[in-house]
């Protein structure tokens, strides 16, 4: 489970910065094969670069466009934890005795005992930032600033041949490199996704068509913006998870202003049919596990697709602590006058449009803000009704979610990949794309892997998998079993073989019958 829940106590030191470099890198031999290319240096493949350092077997690089780590800065809520315990850490699962665990980082900057005292499992996201950037900066496979551009394949030296643009401070292209490899592992993350209601409008903005609107962003890039969100003088937030309910949060301690600021109003609009709270006991835990992973992956894709949009509720629904802590500011903020807001279930925004102050309403949300030069209007359509209706805003926050896709820069390599019906990498359960098993994916299986792909506290045991892959033996343990609970039938001779196409009739009993927390057992 890797969402976060804000307003928690933090520890009173600050978070140290991390050193800025590392060892000094090797210089570029461009006829080099190395055992492992890493594509991205997220959370996932530093946590690979972590594991494969003290290998001797292993000769590892990684390369990323940004100049440094940085691990959602768009979302460093003041306060704000990762929901995942320490033990979920870059490396410890699959090698306690890591130096680069996430205890080692609080010795190493005098935080084990402020973190003992606090007796809280979960780490402040940006102590997680701070301790993956200190783990970076300890590592010389890593080159920043290399914006991989091709991937192709030397059949002759039957590497992987990733052609890179060098980058300054600026993100200018200084130069080209290139670095060969057995095997590629990619670890390019997910991108932010808008809802198709908004895509248009969001270009529009992004375009400049619109002068004076008001912010139209994404949650990944909420903190920049959130000064002016707050002034515009009216924000709806949009979306159904933990990054709709920090923001939502976040902003609702100032609707009411101050003397130094006038208040706004703040609106949450969801199309999920309650504010799910993430379902977080430890039997459905136990589903971020080898076996239902593997059960999971043994389904035909129509179940898989049908349980991925079921089980979201498992990892992206919302901290119960912060449906409680946003329902307490509610009833806190309304003692003495009502609260600008209204919070919207089973809703969804079907089309968007941008209205200049000349054509919008010049109702009270724009009063003291004459700078507001029109208003966003949302149509929004409620399930349950059927009915749709039209409301007005003049700033906009997506908290829709993220998406993986199969990179172009692999456009050169496709013949060698394996793909699904729907155009996504068809992933095997060791997490490889090509028949060769020299192409790894990480994060990118959702589809294919169920719940465990972006969880956290799952990413050490898949990099065991990978450098077993890599190095043809077990260099840290690859549990099995770690379940008490069985997932699926106990013996063998099941009445459907999991190859059998199932009708979407059946894939929707199926679904009935097996759901976490449902009523049909």
Excluded at 74 to 81: K, L, S, V, Y
Excluded at 239 to 257: I, K, N, P, T
Excluded at 309 to 318: F, M, P, S, T, V
Aim: with cysteine; proline share 8%; charged share 25%.
């Amino acid at each position: 489970m890797t969402t976060t829940t804000p307003r928690t106590t933090s520890a009173t030191n600050p978070v140290p910065a991390p050193r800025t470099s590392g060892p000094a890198p090797a210089p570029h031999d461009p006829a080099r094969v190395r055992d492992v290319v890493g594509v991205g240096i997220g959370p996932f493949n530093l946590g690979l670069a972590a594991l494969s350092a003290p290998l001797d077997d292993v000769d590892a690089v990684f390369l990323d466009a940004a100049p440094e780590f940085r691990w959602h800065p768009g979302m460093m809520i003041e306060g704000a934890t990762i929901q995942v315990p320490f033990l979920a850490d870059l490396v410890t699962m699959a090698d306690p005795t890591s130096p680069y665990s996430f205890l080692a980082f609080l010795k190493a900057t005098g935080r084990l005992y402020p973190f003992y005292i606090r007796e809280s499992f979960y780490p402040l996201r940006a102590e997680y930032d701070a301790y993956c950037r200190w783990v970076a900066a300890r590592l010389g496979s890593l080159r920043w600033s290399r914006r991989v551009v091709a991937v192709e394949h030397d059949p002759a030296a039957d590497a992987f041949v990733v052609r890179a643009e060098v980058l300054d401070d600026d993100g200018a292209v200084t130069g080209t490199e290139e670095h060969r490899g057995r095997h590629l592992v990619l670890g390019v993350g997910t991108a932010p996704v808008l809802p198709p209601a908004l895509r248009a409008l969001a270009d529009e903005v992004a375009r400049g068509e619109h002068p004076g609107a008001g912010p139209l962003v994404h949650s990944a890039q909420y903190l920049p913006h959130r000064d002016a969100l707050a002034a515009a003088g009216s924000v709806t937030v949009v979306g159904s998870g933990q990054s709709a309910a920090e923001v939502y949060r976040d902003l609702l301690d100032g609707v009411h202003g101050d003397a130094r600021r006038p208040g706004y109003r703040l609106d949450w609009v969801t199309r999920s049919p309650r504010f799910f709270p993430m379902e977080y006991t430890k039997l459905t835990l136990e589903m971020t596990s080898p076996e239902y992973t593997d059960h999971f992956h043994a389904l035909p894709l129509e179940l898989r697709q049908l349980l991925g949009r079921e089980q979201r509720g498992l990892y992206k629904g919302i901290s119960g602590d912060l449906v409680d802590d946003i329902y307490d500011a509610l009833y806190r903020l309304s003692l003495d006058r009502p609260v600008p807001t209204t919070l919207l279930t089973d809703t969804e925004v079907v089309a968007a449009r941008y209205e200049p102050a000349s054509h919008g309403r010049d109702d009270e949300s724009a009063a003291g803000h004459p700078d507001a030069a029109g208003e966003y209007v949302l149509r929004l359509r409620h399930a349950q009704l059927g009915r749709e209706v039209e409301r007005r805003t003049r700033a906009l926050v997506a908290a829709t979610g993220y998406a993986a896709a199969v990179p172009a820069f692999l456009d050169p390599v496709r013949h060698l990949l394996r793909f699904d019906e729907l155009g996504r990498f068809d992933v095997a359960r060791d997490y490889t794309v090509d028949d060769a098993r020299r192409v790894h994916v990480l994060n990118g299986e959702e589809h294919t892997h169920g719940i465990t792909a972006p969880d956290l506290g799952f990413a050490a045991w898949r990099n065991a998998v990978v450098l077993r892959t890599v190095t043809g033996r077990e260099v840290y343990p690859v549990e099995e079993r770690i379940a008490f609970q069985t997932f699926g039938l106990p013996d063998a001779a099941a009445d459907r073989s999991p190859t059998t196409p199932l009708t979407p009739s059946d894939a929707a009993r199926v679904v009935a019958g097996g759901r976490p927390g449902g009523e049909a057992r």
